[in-house]
């Protein structure tokens, strides 16, 4: 080694030892070679500390005594497709199904810039002054490509999340139908069952969404905005005839006459299609969620429809049709899952699909050679 090289070796501190072991660097004493011998020692793994798994009875009572922190547990148990979790969130639910079906369940869509979002906070804030508990239900689309989610309603409502009486769940659609998260309901029978009795469902406002949530709720509200004419010439009747009211937002300062302008057209428009409830006539109004200008009407509008559908029964009719549509939806989300998982599905469903998309076999009778290879074995079942 020449004078250079010891030189350097000496300024950077590193020299190494004909035994392969790190020398003490010229700069450390006697003092510091423990600290320095111990910086060269790789760090030690971090111990993962796995929390226990609750129990049901422990979801039970959390839920009961409205805990948000269990709350929140619950519902990303019953979002789980773990088996194991299906399993517990069933037992769950089972054991909170007495404590369900006290709240008034209320949809909101519209298209996107109609202010969804700024309503539902205002709304829920007013409500929560009222002395009521919100649970919103706010389901994020998530992305067909990287299967992502921005999940930022949180962000967008931070005035409603610190309020003591709300509870915000932001979830992942999961490439549901229209954006809608397949376990929405369990959601909402968890919230009910730990007290919340107003719960909001925002939808993401694209397609079918819509009739999607209409099946899950009592009241259905779409947010719209000014220039009505225009909007009317997009809008599909059958979206149309979902809703119980329409409420045109942002109608303040120089918009406020333009909303009432549009209020009349849409009135108008109402007047000829079919109502969504039976007895409930479908109108629309204005608000400014801004300003908050509105929002006790649109409250008094919903209570006056509970109160007017409870007394003639169409509230209870609808929600017993609307049980039986979710096990319907059940039972068909059951036979898809067990269809693709059978094995001998899952080995001629590539080699079929490739037939059809190249031409060589119609697709009618790819399918009906697929079924009758499923049901074959079924057949072998014991």
């Known amino acids: 080694m020449n004078g250079e090289e010891k030189r350097r070796e000496q300024e950077s501190g590193q020299s190494a030892a004909s035994d392969g072991q790190p020398r003490r660097p010229e700069w450390a004493d006697d003092n510091g070679l423990s600290s320095y011998v111990q910086a060269e020692r790789p760090p030690a793994p971090k111990r993962v500390v796995r929390r ?48 369900v079906g006290r709240s008034i369940r209320i949809g909101v869509t519209g298209v996107p810039g109609a202010g969804k979002s700024t309503f539902i906070e205002a709304f829920g804030t007013f409500l929560c002054e009222q002395g009521h508990r919100v649970a919103v239900l706010a389901v994020d689309p998530t992305s067909s490509l990287t299967g992502g989610s921005i999940l930022g309603d949180k962000t967008r409502m931070e005035a409603l999340a610190r309020h003591p009486h709300a509870f915000i769940r932001p979830s992942p659609s999961g490439g549901a139908l229209g954006g809608v998260h397949r376990k929405t309901r369990e959601t909402m029978m968890l919230c009910e069952a730990a007290g919340y009795d107003i719960i909001l469902v925002e939808t993401v406002g694209v397609g079918q969404s819509e009739f999607v949530v209409r099946g899950m709720v009592d009241f259905f509200l779409l947010l719209a905005l000014t220039g009505a004419g225009d909007e009317l010439q997009g809008m599909k009747r059958g979206i149309m005839e979902l809703v119980d009211a329409i409420v045109i937002n942002k109608a303040d300062g120089d918009n406020k006459e333009k909303a009432r302008m549009a209020q009349n057209e849409y009135n108008q428009f109402l007047h000829y299609l079919r109502p969504a409830t039976p007895g409930w006539e479908t109108k629309a109004y204005t608000c400014s969620a801004l300003l908050g200008e509105g929002i006790a009407d649109m409250w008094r509008v919903i209570q006056t429809f509970v109160e007017t559908t409870k007394r003639s029964g169409v509230f209870f009719d609808r929600r017993r049709q609307q049980q039986k549509d979710w096990m319907h939806a059940m039972i068909k989300e059951y036979i898809e899952t067990r269809f693709f998982a059978d094995p001998i599905v899952k080995e001629k469903l590539p080699m079929l699909e490739n037939s059809v998309i190249s031409g060589a076999k119609p697709v009618t009778a790819a399918v009906r050679e697929l079924i009758e290879a499923y049901e074959r074995s079924l057949g072998g079942e014991v």
């Open 52 to 99: 226990k798994e609750r129990s049901v009875e422990e979801y039970v009572q959390g839920v009961l005594a409205g805990d948000r922190t269990i709350l929140a547990q619950a519902i990303t148990l019953v979002e789980s497709n773990a088996s194991r979790h299906m399993d517990l969130a069933q037992q769950v639910l089972n054991e909170l199904l007495p404590h």
